[in-house]
């Protein structure tokens, strides 16, 4: 009762996933956790390597930054930046490039803080930029990150939610071929996924009645069937049945219109139909701030809503903001499900 009474009240503790660290992942990582204050509201676990902090604290001129290196999740101190050493071995490091190294050291980093998670040792994760060929091995046979913990935390499904200050947009397939995209869209799948993103927007964003758009796949969403039937066929058929649950769902939009058009800024989520549709248009809107959150896992997981950013790695351009967010997002989510659980356990609480 004490442990679990200690364990509520420290500060929430963010777990790190390294990312590729030949891209840009140490220097935003860096940049988003320099700030000593912010240590008051949360405790920092970077899953990384001391030699590459080192590294990049040196080459960032960053004197007054200060970390706490760990061997394992049992050490980890509240109120200060940790870093849970993944090897002491020098590294070689290589902006720009894909390496089988990097990859290694990115699916250890995944693997040790999944282990942590689990096992309560931290509350939430945030996960930096992988490159998906070179983290693919025996071990890693995934997608993406979201793939991989939806395999890790064996659910059924789960669903990659994109999120900003004024836009919330998921998506139905995720990292497909554009030629596989209209097989994969079913009812079942669309249920499935209007399912999660209603739970979601319910327990993890405290909206009590949430109103979500769908688009449709096809260009004008599909014309009344001149240009496809996937739109009336599959997508409007299913959206009648979910609005007889009682779910407040409307659709299908022609994506286009649907965001040159601001209807966006009247729904609290958009489920648009496959990566592209609905990622190109919410990272215009969301700039710099847009978070990749994954809905529907028993534990919380963001990340920043970009790559590797090879290009721009070890010049020290890259923007912190997107990792800032995942984070502070990770917090709040976390807190959101502990306040929903606590209203729903105890149902009677509201009135007095």
Do not use: C
């Not at 064996?154 to 994109?162: N, T, W």
């Not at 020290?316 to 729903?344: D, G, K, T």
Request: glycine share 6%; hydrophobic share 40%; aromatic share 8%.
């Amino acid at each position: 009762m004490k442990e679990r009474l200690k364990e509520k009240n420290r500060p929430v503790r963010v777990g790190v996933t390294h990312g590729d660290f030949n891209g840009i992942s140490y220097e935003i990582m860096i940049k988003a956790l320099m700030d000593n204050r912010l240590y008051e509201m949360f405790t920092p676990v970077i899953y990384g390597l001391p030699r590459v902090i080192g590294y990049h604290r040196k080459q960032l001129r960053l004197t007054d930054l200060n970390y706490h290196v760990i061997s394992n999740s049992s050490k980890i101190i509240d109120r200060k930046l940790n870093i849970l050493s993944l090897s002491d071995e020098e590294i070689k490091i290589e902006f720009g490039k894909s390496t089988p190294l990097a990859g290694q050291f990115a699916y250890q980093a995944l693997e040790t803080a999944v282990k942590d998670i689990k096992n309560k040792k931290i509350d939430v994760l945030v996960t930096a930029p992988i490159n998906k060929e070179n983290i693919h091995s025996q071990d890693f046979s995934f997608q993406g990150h979201t793939e991989y913990l939806t395999n890790r935390f064996q659910v059924e499904d789960s669903l990659m939610l994109m999120v900003s200050d004024s836009l919330r947009v998921g998506t139905v397939t995720n990292h497909l071929p554009v030629k596989e995209v209209a097989q994969n869209i079913t009812e079942e799948k669309l249920l499935s996924k209007l399912n999660i993103l209603h739970e979601s927007l319910k327990k993890d964003f405290l909206i009590e009645r949430p109103k979500i758009a769908v688009l449709g796949l096809n260009p004008h969403a599909g014309d009344n069937g001149v240009i496809g039937t996937e739109d009336e066929t599959i997508i409007h058929s299913t959206l009648i049945k979910v609005k007889k649950q009682g779910m407040l769902v409307f659709g299908p939009f022609a994506a286009d219109g649907f965001f040159g058009s601001g209807k966006y800024t009247q729904f609290d989520a958009v489920l648009a139909m496959y990566h592209d549709q609905g990622l190109i248009p919410f990272k215009l809107l969301a700039e710099n701030g847009g978070v990749n959150y994954t809905a529907g896992l028993p534990i919380v997981r963001t990340s920043p809503d970009h790559g590797t950013a090879y290009d721009i790695a070890g010049k020290n351009l890259a923007s912190p903001a997107s990792m800032r967010q995942a984070v502070y997002l990770a917090i709040n989510i976390f807190r959101n499900r502990r306040q929903w659980e606590a209203m729903h356990a105890h149902p009677l609480s509201e009135q007095s």
